[in-house]
């Protein structure tokens, strides 16, 4: 007799190969995802590291420059005077001191601007989570307020993660009209912000009251999945290397959003499940529930508040540690 499989035979061996699949994607992609944070969580304690080697060298902080229509200066050194964000100034304590030097000392304005419009299109992965995105430049929209110290081009650099200016939100501001009218303070938004990094300012270790373990630095920004390649969202249209703007700065005035919520441009937000990555002032590197109530997130959000979280709290679940 010739022995061969029925079709009956081959419908229900095909049936428990489907349910075998079925059964471990879940597991890939549960695996995927994890390698995915570790990787976001070293991108953030790198930066939080940066932040505290400018520290030891200046006695500050870095500021998050003049405003969204200015681009980092490589003649203006490390703090208020610097007219790009806290990207721009922490590049030479991420290795990245050829980038952070492009265009010093050109006389040439025209020609710096054009230099600096190469720095504005370099994208770095140390910037980027990998669950979102690669780190590859992408279209550049911003054409309502041009910058005025860089001639930018189609693309630029972006990054997933943002600092934390205080508790609640503040509008920004474009920055002087010109170098020249720097001096006239007029156009400074931010002298109520309760962060450790927004415009002008020098923050340092004694300015955090509430302690340095409870205060948030910077954090993954809530960014919708609609608009992760396109720039058509002003959170995510300009270079990582201007001065404050919503696309390098974010206000914990409520949880953070996830990706696949609507987007709120001043908001943190990650595309990891009902989670978000900071790091702390301290340096540490924590996960942050979605589902956080309001006043903590708000109170880890405000450098001097008086309202210290206690680790008891994440203990409890209203936040959980990454080591």
Same mark, same amino acid.
């Given at each position: &007799?010739?022995?061969?499989?029925?079709?009956?035979?081959?419908?229900?061996?095909?049936?428990?190969?489907?349910?075998?699949?079925?059964?471990?994607?879940?597991?890939?992609?549960?695996?995927? +995802?994890?390698?995915?944070?570790?990787?976001?969580?070293?991108?953030? *304690?790198?930066?939080?590291?940066?932040?505290?080697?400018?520290?030891?060298?200046?006695?500050?902080?870095?500021?998050?420059?003049?405003?969204?229509?200015?681009?980092?200066?490589?003649?203006?050194?490390?703090?208020?005077?610097?007219?790009?964000?806290?990207?721009?100034?922490?590049?030479?304590?991420?290795?990245?001191?050829?980038?952070?030097? &492009?265009?010093?000392?050109?006389?040439?304005?025209?020609?710096?601007?054009?230099?600096?419009?190469?720095?504005?299109?370099?994208? /770095?992965?140390?910037? &980027?989570?990998?669950?979102?995105?690669?780190?590859?430049?992408?279209?550049?929209?911003?054409?309502?307020?041009?910058?005025? #110290?860089?001639?930018?081009?189609?693309?630029?650099?972006?990054?997933? %993660?943002?600092?934390?200016?205080?508790?609640?939100?503040?509008?920004?501001?474009?920055?002087?009209?010109?170098?020249?009218?720097? $001096?006239?303070?007029?156009?400074?938004?931010?002298?109520?912000?309760?962060?450790?990094?927004?415009?002008? #300012?020098?923050?340092?270790?004694?300015?955090?009251?509430?302690?340095?373990?409870?205060?948030?630095?910077?954090?993954?920004?809530? /960014?919708?999945?609609?608009?992760?390649?396109?720039?058509?969202?002003?959170?995510?249209?300009?270079?990582?290397?201007?001065?404050?703007?919503?696309?390098?700065?974010?206000?914990? %005035?409520?949880?953070?959003?996830? $990706?696949?919520?609507?987007?709120?441009? +001043?908001?943190?937000?990650?595309?990891?499940?009902?989670?978000?990555?900071?790091?702390?002032?301290?340096?540490?590197?924590?996960?942050?529930? #979605?589902?956080? +109530? +309001?006043?903590?997130? *708000?109170?880890?959000?405000?450098?001097?508040?008086?309202?210290?979280?206690?680790?008891?709290?994440?203990?409890?679940?209203?936040?959980?540690?990454?080591?």
């Amino acid at each position: &007799m010739r022995r061969a499989f029925t079709l009956v035979e081959l419908v229900v061996v095909v049936a428990i190969i489907g349910i075998l699949v079925g059964l471990l994607l879940p597991a890939v992609q549960m695996v995927r +995802e994890s390698a995915r944070s570790t990787s976001c969580t070293n991108n953030l *304690r790198q930066i939080g590291m940066a932040f505290h080697n400018i520290h030891s060298s200046f006695r500050h902080f870095p500021s998050n420059g003049w405003g969204y229509q200015w681009h980092g200066d490589p003649d203006f050194g490390i703090g208020w005077r610097q007219p790009g964000g806290w990207i721009y100034q922490v590049l030479p304590f991420v290795e990245q001191e050829p980038l952070a030097r &492009m265009g010093r000392g050109i006389a040439d304005p025209a020609l710096k601007k054009t230099t600096l419009g190469e720095v504005s299109a370099t994208p /770095l992965d140390l910037f &980027m989570c990998p669950s979102r995105r690669s780190g590859s430049a992408f279209p550049y929209s911003d054409s309502v307020f041009p910058l005025i #110290n860089c001639e930018v081009g189609l693309t630029a650099a972006k990054t997933d %993660y943002a600092v934390c200016a205080g508790d609640s939100v503040i509008a920004g501001a474009p920055g002087p009209d010109s170098i020249e009218s720097f $001096d006239e303070h007029d156009w400074i938004p931010y002298e109520q912000a309760t962060g450790v990094c927004f415009v002008l #300012n020098e923050t340092s270790m004694r300015d955090i009251r509430d302690g340095t373990s409870c205060t948030l630095l910077v954090g993954e920004k809530c /960014l919708s999945v609609n608009n992760r390649m396109n720039g058509e969202t002003i959170g995510d249209d300009q270079s990582m290397f201007i001065g404050d703007d919503a696309d390098n700065r974010r206000w914990a %005035y409520k949880p953070p959003v996830s $990706d696949w919520q609507d987007e709120d441009i +001043e908001a943190f937000g990650g595309p990891h499940p009902n989670r978000c990555l900071f790091v702390l002032c301290d340096g540490s590197v924590k996960a942050i529930s #979605n589902d956080v +109530e +309001e006043e903590t997130f *708000r109170s880890l959000g405000n450098r001097m508040d008086g309202k210290v979280i206690s680790p008891a709290s994440c203990v409890l679940g209203q936040f959980g540690y990454i080591r």
